[in-house]
């Protein structure tokens, strides 16, 4: 999977031509320092601007001149029944108005489209989720465009962007260069649905949103450096180094070797993370086990019963998981780890076999901090949409002053 940074990576330059509002207003141009303090805001919440000037170590002169024009341009407004402590205008709390705004979140799979509707600071108001039926491409476009017309029919706000996340790699922001999930190739979707979505159009990776979605509005919004590593359909990294989203080879971890007795990938490879830890791995080897088809959801539901098959594979995948999350601290000397995806339910039933993955080649000793086992379903993803065109669009598109 292809994964970069929202900045300077040519994957988030897509759709920056439409950088213009819904109603095509547009702030006018902020200064960059301006724009992180707003960033901070919406992400750490309302602050005043003697917490701002603590922060970082601006003085209030300064502050107060980074500050006006987020005002001026109605990004952030100054709140008369919030104080902070203290008297005075440097104690008044400066925040966003999150419920002015509405994104719009979509993440594709061969299965569903999974949309969600939220506010700019990403909370999902509603959702759809529907059966994808047909992966052809223009009946995909129909689809998409329609349940974003469908979500913004019911949003009581005008939308600002739309996100669309694929499994697999993503080029420039407009293009889906490969999905082993949709069987699409070089696939310029962006613009094909762009031409039916009345509203910016934003497309990246799945992990790469999921990455963004948990470094503003997660876990990771406290850390400078995580890794997120995450087991579903497909095994997803991504990395946050110094704050910044780094850029990694397409399937860094899809297929790291694990276990050189370890079952067949559909790669070819023995014993790869994706033989391993995927879904459909799993569900085949405990299939060919039993003698009858097995879901992924009666594995996990096996496992917990006891069967000696499930157990083992469940195990085996949540050990894998272990080796994967101690090789990333090995190799990034990253130690905050989210351990994510829809069957990330699999480590809570096998926690000490993660542990044991982890401890393996660490000399007994696993890394001072547990990994953060979040639990999610697919919708998620799709917030994780919704958070890339959020921050493909803050602060620089909302509209301009307030009346
Ligand atoms: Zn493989």
Redesign the pocket.
Known sequence: MAHGSPEGDPQFSGGRDQSAGPEGGRAPELPEASKALAVDILVHGAQSRAQLAKKTGLSAPTLTRLVRPLLDAGVLVESDSIRGHGRGRSSVLLDVVDDDYRYVGVKLTSESIYAVLTNLRAEVLASRTLPTLSLDVPDVVSAVAGVVADLREGAGRAVWGVGVTVGGRVHDGETVADSPFLHWHDVPFRTMLAKRVGVPLFLANDVVGLTMAQQWFGYGRTCADFALLTVGAGVGYGLVIDHAIVPTLVSPV????IDPHGP????????????FVTSAAMADTVSLARGRRTSYDEVLELAEAGDPAASRVVTEAAHAVGRAAAAITSLTGVEHIILSGEGVRLLEIAPESLHAGRVEYAGGQASALDPVILSMDFLEWARGAAVVAIRASFPDTLPGPTP
């Open positions: 899809s297929h790291l070797p067949l990938c559909f790669a070819g490879h023995r014993g790869c993370m994706t033989a």
